[in-house]
């Protein structure tokens, strides 16, 4: 973590086939402790091939810490699978 407040987290969204919503949630790696969430239920897509902007907030006063190790969990509740291609190789990680 090289920040000090989380506001906001960017996904790609491909083709959009259903409007189903994506939500997300920022955890400790080590604790398991929730930093951060979207608002609302979900953030829906507007729209395919983008990076759609998901809002987070906290209720717990938890806050990042520079240096400690964090994963972005993405769901979605209702609708089809994720799908994530990591390509190690991509010099353009």
């Known amino acids: 973590m090289t920040v000090d407040s989380l ?3 960017q996904i790609w969204v491909g083709e959009r086939i259903d409007t189903a919503g994506y939500r ?8 398991n402790v929730r930093l951060a969430q979207t608002a609302g239920e ?11 902007s998901c809002p987070l907030y906290t209720d717990n006063g938890k806050r990042p810490v520079r240096g400690r190790t964090y994963e972005a969990i993405v769901t979605r509740p ?6 994530f291609a990591y390509d190690p190789t991509d010099p353009y990680a």
């Open 7 to 9: 506001l906001e987290i």
């Open 24 to 31: 997300i949630e920022v955890r400790d790696s080590a604790t």
């Open 42 to 52: 979900n953030v829906h897509p507007t729209g395919s091939w983008y990076w759609m």
């Open 78 to 83: 209702v609708g089809r699978a994720i799908s």
